[in-house]
């Protein structure tokens, strides 16, 4: 069984930054390569800051990991970004951008993660959720399937992985 998820806090700045690198590092399909990503967690400790005080519409799920990871860099199992933007024409959309150690795969983590995000997204008034998924990526795609959405479209050679182009599903689901 997985342990509950919850929405992140600020105090979870770091840990989530350490999620982040583990999953640039062990996964090909994240959108960065190891060593792009900050090292200063300032910078997303003032954006959870914002989401909580409610500045910005964006939210953030996470999994706590196991019970002795509790304050150290690897305190989370995995998480779920969604992005708003308060702008009045795109305030109903959300982006998903989502990640599970390896260490902790196949728990139902990710669909826990997922589940919370569209209920919150439902509480919140958004009409829809969005993302892109690596079309050769077939247990986020099996995830996201499962979940209600629909691929919506192809785009084509978006991305350059070790010299390679490769393709993206634009998926949405709605609500
Ligand atoms: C994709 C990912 C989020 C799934 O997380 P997870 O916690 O392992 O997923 P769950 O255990 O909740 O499984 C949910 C469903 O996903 C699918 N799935 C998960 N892993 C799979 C695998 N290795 N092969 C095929 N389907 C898989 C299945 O449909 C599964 O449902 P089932 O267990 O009832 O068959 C996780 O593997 C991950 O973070 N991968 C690396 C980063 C990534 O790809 N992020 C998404 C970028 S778009």
Do not use: K, W
């Amino acid at each position: 069984m997985p342990r509950p998820v919850r929405f992140a806090v600020p105090g979870d700045a770091a840990a989530l930054l350490g999620l982040q690198h583990a999953l640039d590092d062990e996964s090909r399909f994240m959108l960065f390569e190891p060593d792009e990503r900050d090292h200063d967690p300032a910078r997303l400790r003032h954006r959870l800051e914002a989401q909580a005080g409610g500045t910005d519409p964006s939210y953030t799920v996470v999994a706590d990991a196991d019970a002795d990871a509790e304050g150290t860099d690897e305190a989370l199992a995995g998480y779920v970004g969604v992005t708003v933007s308060p702008l009045a024409r795109s305030r109903r959309t959300g982006y998903v951008v989502m990640g599970v150690r390896a260490s902790h795969a196949r728990r139902g983590i990710g669909r826990a993660l997922l589940g919370a995000a569209a209920e919150a997204a439902r509480r919140r008034g958004l009409r829809r959720l969005e993302l892109v998924v690596m079309t050769h990526n077939h247990a986020a795609l099996n995830l996201y399937l499962t979940c209600g959405f629909v691929v919506e479209g192809l785009r084509r050679s978006g991305l350059e992985i070790d010299g390679r182009p490769v393709d993206q599903y634009h998926m949405g689901l709605l609500f």
